[in-house]
């Protein structure tokens, strides 16, 4: 239901009646539970202050069993990861089967999104620019694939989200404690060239592309303590300027568009000394907390923080208001 969601922002509902009763779910159980919380409780409260009928949800199984029983309307996922986290095509389709409209991309899209090799095998297979990468199932040969690679490179859980398990490694011998920390979640793992450059991200609602921002953490790189906890990461926004800017838009959106992404997401981008730009993934229910880059693009843009998630809610209706 969700594959054609609301294409242009200026399609806008302004009675919030007509959202219906709101579950905005939140929480789960995934590694991203913390993050989740914090983001569903930001968009419950400016929810509720534009005068829509929306209530909190801890979970998946909490979710349906509310569904089932008629309580709501339509579904604001703000649930991060997988495994529980709604993240990954799974809660989608139990949406879908239900018949309930909800916030962000669909099956496909989110399935897809969540797990970045595959994620990097359409844009490869689309001529799309992605780090030169190795997929790791369980017990793989990871030297015999850093050799193929090259250092620096970096190791990661394929299918986790808010830089968990995320390590730069620079030498050899680094390798063994950065594949200790990825197994620790769930699934295979992913190994890829480390892009030296600058970090930048880009958001999108409906089919507008919202302004970069290039992304500038005191530490070495943009990890979870800079995403959520450090107060010492700077933000500018826009990112880039003149036909830079207006590539890196157009590049984020080929690449939510080849995932089958919808609604609304953030395309996250390293930029090399050269200038050229290359896609890290796609992440369709972005973080939505103080110090989130979503609704930071979206207060360039003109659009505050309680405007953005109406926005972020009218695009669970199909075709327009």
């Known amino acids: 239901m969700n594959s054609d969601n609301v294409n242009k922002i200026s399609s806008r509902i302004t009675d ?75 809660l989608q389709g139990a949406l879908e089967s239900l018949n309930v409209p909800y916030t962000g991309s ?17 844009w490869q297979s689309l001529g799309l620019p992605t780090p030169k990468f190795a997929a790791l199932p369980r017990g793989a040969d990871v030297h015999a694939a850093a050799r193929q690679i090259g250092f620096p490179l ?15 490694v620079f030498a050899e011998s680094d390798l063994d404690e950065a594949v200790k920390l990825a197994v620790k979640y769930p699934g295979d793992l992913l190994m890829e060239t480390l892009i030296e450059g600058d970090e930048l991200t880009v958001a999108i609602l409906g089919r507008e592309v919202l302004p970069s921002i290039h992304i500038v953490p005191k530490a070495a790189f943009y990890d979870y303590n800079a ?25 984020s959106l080929d690449a939510f568009d080849a995932l089958g992404c919808a609604g609304w997401g953030r395309v996250d981008v390293m930029r090399d000394a050269a200038g050229r730009n290359w896609l890290l993934e796609v992440n369709t229910a972005p973080g939505m907390t103080s110090h989130s880059l979503v609704p930071k693009a979206a207060a360039a843009a003109g659009v505050d923080y309680q405007e953005l998630c109406w926005r972020v809610l009218e695009t669970s209706f199909r075709g327009g208001a």
């Not at 709501?72 to 529980?84: D, E, K, S, T």
């Not at 669909?106 to 359409?122: E, Q």
């Not at 970096?154 to 730069?168: L, Q």
């Not at 995403?227 to 590049?251: F, H, M, N, V, W």
């Open 16 to 90: 919030p009646a007509q959202f219906g009763r709101v579950a905005v779910v939140m929480g789960g159980s995934s590694a991203e539970r913390e993050v989740s919380l914090d983001s569903g409780r930001n968009v419950l409260a400016a929810l509720q202050a534009r005068g829509i009928d929306a209530h909190a949800i801890d979970g998946i199984p909490a979710l349906l069993d509310a569904l089932r029983a008629g309580h709501f309307a339509r579904v604001f996922n703000i649930l991060h990861g997988q495994h529980g986290g709604g993240e990954d095509g799974v």
């Open 227 to 251: 995403k959520y906890i450090a107060e010492d990461t700077q933000y500018i926004c826009p990112g880039l300027d003149g036909a830079a800017e207006s590539d890196i838009r157009a590049l």
């Open 106 to 122: 669909g099956v496909l899209g989110s399935a897809l999104s969540m797990d970045k090799t595959r994620s990097k095998r359409v």
């Open 154 to 168: 970096i190791v990661k859980p394929a299918s986790e989200g808010s830089s968990v398990g995320v390590t730069r």
